[in-house]
């Protein structure tokens, strides 16, 4: 069968990777994207790898964007991102990634969609996943997006241009509510293991939060000793498929397991001194609490950046399990996650007697890595 060639192109945005395209290379009918993005990637694979593909075997690197201009009037590009599942023949279009949020405005400007003069530029993105605007701000040089900087982001070797991410009005970016359950505690059912508390928060994307002592942890586990407890990452797989029903994103278990990149799963702790994936400590003066996120069933060696942003959202509001950890105040919040710590700024204020997500922002890096054509069979 012979293969035939897509125009593409691959970055880095963040701590993910992804195979960027424009709407207008692909085809039409959107029923086709799917196996076209399978094929890409090279999934399935029940080695867990993706060698047949552009993949590399991790959540993190088997995603997709693709991107056109906006006929939003507060927007200038808009832009869809599918998680590709690694070893099951499915993409979940449920959710966003914030950290190829990052890359999106260097490519609309390096691509010709969005025109940029002078030594900066902001490019407003609508995700259409999760129906929210995100702003995107970097500096120019030759009419191009930076690249060289010096400002270096945990989980990436070597500092790039930073890139500012303004996520406009997170909340309710998954279900319509910042508090989908009306609730800032919930207790949960889980079959096997019995009830436990959970804040269950949809800011940037829907995450569930429990005490990581609740279920027997430190909050200080890195990826690899998680992994290596399977019945753990099985128990956190129960709570968020709970916690899915519960916030009324799927209506039972069987289309809860269907939906892998939301809720995002996370357990976190009060500050502690901690290892990271470098070999280096965290000490717990440096952080204002300590967090571990899983998504698509693989703990992460950073967080993901939504994941982030709707943890420190979770932290601004009073009675949440993260509230409980970092205690009253303002300010940005600083995680300590695998790769060391990452800062976001949340502004959460009460409106009415209800909780409001008005902003969250952070600095991230992005890099073209190559461009030309993706072959797929067929």
Not at 67 to 78: E, M, Q, V, W, Y
Not at 181 to 204: C, K, M, T
Not at 224 to 242: S, T, Y
Request: charged share 20%; with cysteine; hydrophobic share 45%.
């Amino acid at each position: 069968m012979p293969q035939r060639a897509i125009p593409a192109v691959f970055m880095r945005g963040g701590t993910s990777k992804a195979i960027m395209f424009h709407a207008r290379d692909l085809p039409k009918d959107r029923a086709q994207w799917d196996a076209i993005f399978m094929a890409a990637l090279g999934t399935p694979d029940p080695y867990g790898r993706q060698l047949n593909g552009m993949g590399g075997g991790v959540s993190s690197l088997s995603k997709i964007c693709v991107l056109a201009p906006s006929a939003r009037d507060d927007a200038d590009i808009d832009y869809t991102f599918a998680q590709v599942l690694i070893r099951e023949a499915r993409v979940d279009w449920k959710g966003n990634c914030g950290n190829m949020s990052a890359a999106v405005g260097p490519f609309a400007v390096d691509e010709g969609l969005v025109r940029a003069e002078g030594e900066s530029a902001t490019v407003r993105i609508y995700n259409t996943n999760t129906k929210k605007i995100i702003h995107n701000s970097f500096e120019l040089e030759g009419g191009k997006a930076k690249v060289a900087g010096d400002l270096g982001i945990p989980g990436v070797g070597g500092t790039g241009a930073p890139v500012r991410l303004d996520f406009v009005q997170p909340g309710g970016a998954t279900t319509g509510r910042l508090l989908p359950s009306g609730q800032v505690v919930d207790v949960l059912e889980v079959p096997g293991f019995g009830r436990i508390e959970a804040s269950l928060v949809d800011a940037a994307n829907a995450a569930a939060f429990i005490r990581a002592r609740d279920i027997g942890l430190t909050g200080r586990e890195l990826p690899e000793e998680l992994e290596a407890r399977p019945e753990i990452l099985a128990l956190l797989d129960a709570i968020r498929l709970q916690a899915s029903i519960r916030m009324g994103i799927a209506p039972d278990l069987a289309a809860a397991r269907a939906i892998s990149s939301v809720p995002f799963i996370g357990f976190v702790s009060p500050p502690a001194a901690a290892p990271t994936l470098t070999g280096e400590s965290i000490a717990a003066s440096e952080i204002d609490l300590a967090a571990r996120i899983i998504s698509s069933g693989q703990p992460h060696r950073a967080l993901p950046l939504t994941g982030s942003l709707c943890t420190a959202v979770a932290a601004r509001i009073a009675g949440t399990l993260v509230a409980e950890c970092v205690g009253a105040g303002t300010g940005p919040i600083r995680i300590g996650m695998p790769s060391g710590v990452l800062t976001v700024g949340a502004d959460v204020a009460q409106e009415g007697g209800e909780w409001v997500a008005r902003a969250g922002s952070f600095y991230r890096t992005a890099r073209r890595l190559f461009d030309g054509r993706v072959w797929i069979p067929g």
